[in-house]
């Protein structure tokens, strides 16, 4: 069974890859090594910018994910470990230790009582906004070279995988 890679809203298997593109240049090797580069440069500074407000890397992105939910979103653990890509006992692990520093609490739904649901206590809210504030500051120092970074990696070979998706969905 090939596995299935979802890239702009196509499915492509592993196998179209590879049919697509059998080679892979030392441009391509060196733009996915700078973008991840990149990547880990920001995430570095980001775990780093969360200790530095006595927090673990992990609960700065619960709180953060928390915060950033989509519009209708109900705030669960089960829907923040999916935002996280965490399993669910991790998830509980990180609320309780947010909810016994007094970042998050917990409170039942009004309808389903058995639900419980997260939101941020004045203290998670002050404390996440000073991240993000320094976030959207690193971002606006770094991004110019994650970005160029990202169209570097996504333009690597001349046959990229995205143009030849586009022309078999245009065959269909």
Sequence with gaps: MIAQLVLANDNISLYDIYVMRRSITSADYESLAELRYQIRRFLHFSEEAARKVAIEPAQHQLMLALKGLPMGTRPTIAILAERLQIRHHSTVELTNRLAAGGYVRRHRDGDDHREVLL????????????????????????????????KLAMRAGKGSIATKATAKRKRR
């Design 119 to 150: 939101s941020l206590t004045s203290k998670g809210e002050k404390v996440l906004r000073e991240l993000s504030l320094i976030h959207e500051a690193e971002l606006r120092v770094r991004g110019p070279a994650l970005v160029a970074a990202l």
